[in-house]
């Protein structure tokens, strides 16, 4: 598997899928969510924006920290949004790290695949095409129909095994 060339990070990489700037991925997420009959509000896109800003899987609770000017801000706003965001697939839960991540491949069907890192506690989504493709396949055939999945691939990164 040429995973070198496959994975790569959400925001930082040079894919189609992973827009460098924060604001040009905020527009993009602003249409997809309007083209499914939704609005992307302020406290939605502040959180979206916080996401992308980290540079590791954020908590719930350093997003509330981070929510200056909005005041009202309680931790089931957070979640609230955090829910809306995942359903819009523009952000994944980590189960094992309980944190949330942007999601930059919300134009092409994907199951997420993250990468976790057990040297650095690195987490990079895979820019995965094929995984979801197989996963129905085979889910499908034990009669079971998926919502979403999360992957979550523990090992070493390719910087930590050089
Ligand atoms: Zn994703
Ligand atoms: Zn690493
Ligand atoms: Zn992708």
Same mark, same amino acid.
């Given at each position: 598997?040429?995973?070198?060339?496959?994975?790569?990070?959400?925001?930082?990489?040079?894919?189609?899928?992973?827009?460098?700037?924060?604001?040009?991925?905020?527009?993009?997420?602003?249409?997809? @969510?309007?083209?499914?009959?939704?609005?992307?509000?302020?406290?939605?896109?502040?959180?979206?924006?916080?996401?992308?800003?980290?540079?590791?899987?954020?908590?719930?609770?350093?997003?509330?920290?981070?929510?200056?000017?909005?005041?009202?801000?309680?931790?089931?706003?957070?979640?609230?949004?955090?829910?809306?965001?995942?359903?819009?697939?523009?952000?994944?839960?980590?189960?094992?790290?309980?944190?949330? @991540?942007?999601?930059?491949?919300?134009?092409?069907?994907?199951?997420?695949?993250?990468?976790?890192?057990?040297?650095?506690?690195?987490?990079?989504?895979?820019?995965? @095409?094929?995984?979801?493709?197989?996963?129905?396949?085979?889910?499908?055939?034990?009669?079971?129909?998926?919502?979403?999945? @999360?992957?979550?691939?523990?090992?070493?990164?390719?910087?930590?095994?050089?």
């Amino acid at each position: 598997m040429a995973a070198m060339a496959q994975s790569h990070t959400h925001v930082h990489a040079n894919t189609p899928c992973s827009p460098q700037e924060a604001e040009a991925f905020l527009a993009q997420a602003e249409t997809l @969510v309007q083209n499914k009959g939704q609005k992307l509000t302020r406290i939605r896109r502040k959180v979206l924006h916080l996401l992308l800003e980290s540079s590791e899987p954020a908590k719930a609770y350093d997003l509330l920290a981070n929510l200056d000017g909005e005041g009202a801000a309680k931790p089931p706003t957070i979640y609230r949004a955090l829910d809306f965001l995942q359903d819009m697939g523009l952000a994944h839960k980590i189960e094992s790290l309980n944190a949330y @991540v942007a999601c930059g491949h919300a134009s092409h069907p994907h199951s997420a695949v993250f990468l976790i890192c057990e040297s650095c506690g690195g987490a990079e989504e895979l820019h995965a @095409v094929d995984t979801s493709k197989a996963l129905t396949k085979e889910t499908k055939a034990a009669g079971f129909n998926i919502r979403t999945a @999360v992957i979550e691939a523990r090992g070493t990164c390719r910087n930590c095994a050089a």
